[in-house]
């Protein structure tokens, strides 16, 4: 029998943990109030909140030299949904999860999909993995290889096979519940004149037209772009408008997906969101942090302030000529010399504290001082938020929901890692991170 995280565990720390919490509640209901904010509505929001988990990132990650494992590591993604529920019955708002193909793929489809549901997980966007070699097909002896791109690639032949497992990617999606896929490709260049700039990307859309072709309705399709990495002088998606001109040309069930580290340092990623929103065309998040570039580090951790702006024209979308925007929530970290499961919690929090400061942000004076031109004033009601310390209504919010009022903190007490170390003596090279 494996070690889980309880009821019964959570309910008795909150026990110990409750009239602290409380008495926390009260004074932030009390300062709220005096701000003419009802505590509740953004508690009930909150408990709708969702933000899902990836599979690789319950594993070490690691850099382009080197990846050191840690203890309890998960072998294969039956390990990996269990990390997963680990952090779910903490936080409660990460009831779903996002797989990697061919990473996670297992015989049996259905068994993987009843497994998750008996943890009370669901699936989320499923992510293609062209940036690695695909594994020989039977009887075949034609070397193929991504190494110079995949569904740019010069190669028609390169270009079906990778439009064959974005296709297989769909399907096994189906199977998963899931009703995305989230395409993120390395493809590009490394040398001035390697490659014709416009073929590339007319090639990517010809063959991502036959990959959308293949979504049943209401399935969405996710472009990532990246600006770098491992492609360094040029990126076929490389940037928010070579996504947004290929999502325009694959049509309706085609977005953009914008992750937070696939930026140049001083790019005004909040602006980026506000820009997809109005076009219609922003399909989801990965969140994560960066100092320097993809660094893949706990959302939060750098800039708290940007992720709080992201959430910021979140909210403000639904008040202008958008309608609702309901972008896909997703992290994706790498987790290099923290415990994954306690990184991801944390994570978690953070994500739901940004959307709860955008939900307490004046919007009317804030709106009052945009047209009239005062800069300080406009930026101040985004400041009075953003300084609010919202932790007791995220705590409410999951013990409403069966969570833990310290998630991280019970992780640490309740012996997991260590439980897990013991369950999953190391073999070999883990399944998870990246490295």
């Not at 505590?39 to 709708?48: C, D, M, N, T």
């Not at 896909?328 to 994570?347: K, R």
Request: net charge negative; glycine share 8%.
């Amino acid at each position: 029998m494996t070690f889980a995280i309880t009821e019964e565990m959570i309910a008795g720390d909150t026990a110990k943990a409750a009239p602290a919490h409380d008495d926390d509640l009260d004074a932030l209901t009390r300062q709220l109030a005096r701000r003419g904010i009802d505590v509740e509505p953004v508690i009930a929001r909150l408990l709708a909140f969702e933000v899902a988990l990836p599979t690789w990132a319950v594993g070490t990650g690691g850099t382009r030299f080197a990846r050191f494992p840690g203890p309890g590591e998960p072998r294969h993604v039956w390990d990996k949904l269990d990390d997963c529920a680990a952090v779910q019955a903490l936080v409660r708002i990460t009831p779903r999860v996002s797989p990697h193909f061919p990473w996670d793929r297992v015989d049996d489809l259905a068994a993987l999909r009843e497994r998750a549901e008996a943890l009370g997980l669901g699936f989320d966007a499923v992510n293609s993995n062209t940036f690695q070699d695909p594994p020989p097909r039977e009887g075949e002896n034609r070397p193929r290889s991504y190494k110079f791109g995949s569904l740019s690639h010069t190669d028609p032949a390169v270009r079906t096979d990778a439009v064959a497992h974005n296709i297989d990617c769909i399907e096994m999606a189906q199977a998963l519940g899931s009703t995305a896929l989230s395409v993120w490709i390395a493809d590009g260049s490394n040398y001035p004149g390697q490659s014709n700039l416009a073929r590339a990307f007319d090639r990517y859309v010809d063959a991502m037209k036959e990959v959308v072709a293949a979504a049943p309705e209401g399935f969405r399709v996710f472009v990532e772009h990246k600006i770098y990495e491992p492609a360094f002088y040029s990126t076929v998606i490389s940037d928010w408008g070579s996504s947004l001109m290929a999502a325009q040309e694959l049509g309706p069930k085609a977005f953009c997906l914008v992750d937070l580290g696939h930026h140049a340092p001083t790019v005004n990623i909040e602006q980026i969101v506000a820009r997809l929103a109005r076009a219609g065309k922003l399909g989801g998040f990965h969140f994560n942090d960066s100092k320097y570039g993809d660094d893949d580090l706990d959302a939060g951790s750098i800039d708290p302030f940007r992720l709080f702006l992201v959430f910021n024209e979140l909210e403000e979308a639904p008040r202008g000529k958008v309608g609702g925007v309901t972008p896909a929530h997703m992290i994706d970290q790498s987790h290099n010399v923290t415990d994954p499961v306690e990184s991801l919690i944390g994570s978690a929090v953070e994500i739901a504290r940004a959307q709860a400061q955008a939900m307490i942000v004046d919007r009317d004076a804030l709106r009052e001082a945009q047209e009239a031109n005062d800069a300080l004033a406009a930026h101040g009601a985004l400041k009075a938020a953003f300084r609010t310390d919202v932790s007791p209504l995220l705590a409410e919010a999951r013990r409403r929901a069966g969570g833990a009022l310290d998630p991280q903190g019970l992780y640490r007490r309740s012996g997991y890692r260590a439980a897990k170390s013991g369950e999953r003596p190391a073999t070999g090279p883990a399944s998870a991170g990246i490295v």
